[in-house]
């Protein structure tokens, strides 16, 4: 009974940490997968700047890309950015599109208020180099999702499945 209960104690942390990432998905119905594909890639640059397209997974993922979001201090915000990805799969004789898009927002500044507190002692004994400090300053920089938008999501798979299924 002991053992049962160490097991639980211990797997429940770690599947606590699994998160399954969310995509809106549709259906393109019975199209060539590759078909798909390019016209995914079309339709995703009109939304965001393609910055990786892979044809051998079909998945682009876009270019981070500056929104206004609405304030989350008293007096000031902190920047935000959206975070597209869009995938093309083949289920079947089926194709589906799956796309993401995140909003994050920047938590740098608050994260590296917070690190003072974890520190072990108070003793300055470690250099940046062993604290793994950024090469740039970008790197620095902690971006946290705060949510999805479902607008761009639905509207991109609209426009894909419009495109995919023209004079059909």
């Known amino acids: ?73 008293l007096f000031s915000t902190s920047a935000s950015r959206e975070v597209a990805v869009l995938r093309i799969r083949r289920d079947g004789a089926v194709t589906w599109a799956d796309v993401r898009v995140d909003i994050q927002r920047r938590q740098s500044a608050g994260y590296r208020s917070l690190s003072g507190l974890t520190d072990r002692d108070d003793v300055p004994n470690r250099t940046p180099a062993q604290d793994d400090a950024p090469l740039r300053p970008e790197q620095d920089e902690v971006w946290q999702v705060t949510g999805h938008n479902y607008q761009i999501e639905r509207k991109m798979l609209q426009d894909l ?8």
């Open 1 to 73: 009974m002991t053992g049962r209960w160490a097991f639980v104690l211990l797997a429940v942390p770690m599947l606590a940490g699994c998160q399954n990432e969310r995509f809106r998905s549709m259906r393109l119905g019975e199209v060539d997968v590759e078909k798909a594909y390019q016209a995914g890639v079309t339709v995703f640059g009109d939304y965001y700047k393609v910055a990786e397209a892979d044809g051998r997974t079909r998945r682009i993922t876009g270019r981070p890309k500056t929104v206004k979001a609405p304030p989350d201090r």
């Open 161 to 168: 499945y419009a495109r995919v299924n023209a004079g059909r």
